[in-house]
């Protein structure tokens, strides 16, 4: 009897050795494959951001466009004319023109030099997160494409523009706005280039800080709901928040009349943490 009971005690543990042993393969096999899903789509969408980049043409005159001369009386084919193309009745930019012909959701183009942060940016002010998931071609896509706030107005444009991008564990998109958690990044990183299809611009970093979106949390900075500064004194209150965040001296400010650009990630120091880099047009 006692063997026979020895047997089935033994019997069962090696039945639940087994179970285990499956189920453990099977989550192994299940994570592997779920990673390997996720890093495919995120080559994908740098796959696509560099196919698109390569539409991006240089300012070429010809006949067909037309020109603006941003300096005295700049030439056509001068560094200081800039040159545009007509798309269904609207000026755009003729180097933009191409994608913007292919996605009429295109904005602009973001670039932060000496960064990998280099997409195109989308606006759909009617359905502000349409592009929260999908990619240039409106397919699906787990890195989604950077875009604007519906509250913002590039055309006008707003004393600031919000532009909101996912943290990629991969490090794509607006994962290397993290490093600015460190003076000496900010320090060689102090550009940035948010051209729209309406024309050029150049910013310069003023602050960048951790924040969140708790909307129960009253205290909180709310840097996402400043678009419009009523008065001087609205607009020198949300640079004043931004600086005082930002845990190193920013020499550069910003004052009532500049034009702002905030770019906005998640960050994981906090629940519903954020990200948050705000710069001032300096061109």
Same mark, same amino acid.
């Given at each position: 009897m006692k063997d026979k009971n020895k047997k089935k005690k033994k019997s069962k543990y090696e039945g639940l050795l087994n179970f285990l042993l499956v189920f453990f393969v099977l989550v192994f096999l299940g994570s592997g494959g779920y990673l390997? /899903?996720? /890093?495919?789509?995120?080559? #994908? +969408? *740098? #796959?696509l951001s560099s196919d698109l980049e390569e539409m991006v043409e240089d300012d070429q005159y010809s006949d067909e466009e037309f020109y603006y001369a941003t300096a005295g009386d700049a030439k056509p084919g001068s560094s200081a004319a800039v040159m545009f193309k007509e798309v269904d009745g609207k000026m755009i930019l003729s180097k933009y023109a191409a994608l913007y012909e292919k996605n009429k959701d295109l904005i602009g183009w973001l670039y932060i030099p000496g960064t990998n942060i280099n997409y195109p940016v989308m606006h759909t002010p009617e359905d502000e997160e349409f592009y929260l998931r999908r990619d240039f071609n409106k397919e699906y896509s787990t890195s989604g494409t950077l875009f604007v706030s519906k509250y913002s107005d590039v055309i006008k444009p707003s004393d600031n523009v919000v532009i909101y991008g996912h943290n990629m564990k991969a490090g794509t998109m607006?994962?290397?706005?993290?490093? /600015?958690? =460190?003076e000496e990044y900010y320090k060689e990183h102090k550009t940035v280039i948010f051209n729209t299809v309406f024309g050029n611009a150049e910013y310069e970093v003023i602050a960048a800080f951790r924040s969140n979106i708790k909307?129960? =949390? =009253?205290? +909180?900075? #709310?840097?996402?709901?400043?678009?419009? @500064? @009523?008065?001087?004194? *609205?607009? =020198?209150?949300?640079?004043?928040?931004? #600086?005082?965040?930002? !845990?190193?001296?920013? !020499?550069?400010?910003? +004052?009532y009349g500049d034009k702002l650009i905030t770019l906005s990630t998640c960050s994981y120091h906090t629940?519903?943490?954020?990200?948050?880099?705000? @710069?001032?047009?300096?061109?």
């Amino acid at each position: 009897m006692k063997d026979k009971n020895k047997k089935k005690k033994k019997s069962k543990y090696e039945g639940l050795l087994n179970f285990l042993l499956v189920f453990f393969v099977l989550v192994f096999l299940g994570s592997g494959g779920y990673l390997g /899903y996720y /890093y495919y789509n995120i080559h #994908k +969408s *740098e #796959k696509l951001s560099s196919d698109l980049e390569e539409m991006v043409e240089d300012d070429q005159y010809s006949d067909e466009e037309f020109y603006y001369a941003t300096a005295g009386d700049a030439k056509p084919g001068s560094s200081a004319a800039v040159m545009f193309k007509e798309v269904d009745g609207k000026m755009i930019l003729s180097k933009y023109a191409a994608l913007y012909e292919k996605n009429k959701d295109l904005i602009g183009w973001l670039y932060i030099p000496g960064t990998n942060i280099n997409y195109p940016v989308m606006h759909t002010p009617e359905d502000e997160e349409f592009y929260l998931r999908r990619d240039f071609n409106k397919e699906y896509s787990t890195s989604g494409t950077l875009f604007v706030s519906k509250y913002s107005d590039v055309i006008k444009p707003s004393d600031n523009v919000v532009i909101y991008g996912h943290n990629m564990k991969a490090g794509t998109m607006f994962h290397a706005l993290l490093n /600015y958690s =460190d003076e000496e990044y900010y320090k060689e990183h102090k550009t940035v280039i948010f051209n729209t299809v309406f024309g050029n611009a150049e910013y310069e970093v003023i602050a960048a800080f951790r924040s969140n979106i708790k909307e129960i =949390d =009253d205290t +909180s900075f #709310k840097y996402y709901q400043f678009y419009d @500064a @009523a008065s001087a004194e *609205e607009f =020198d209150d949300y640079v004043s928040n931004c #600086k005082a965040l930002t !845990p190193y001296e920013i !020499p550069i400010s910003a +004052s009532y009349g500049d034009k702002l650009i905030t770019l906005s990630t998640c960050s994981y120091h906090t629940e519903e943490g954020r990200y948050v880099v705000v @710069a001032k047009r300096v061109k």
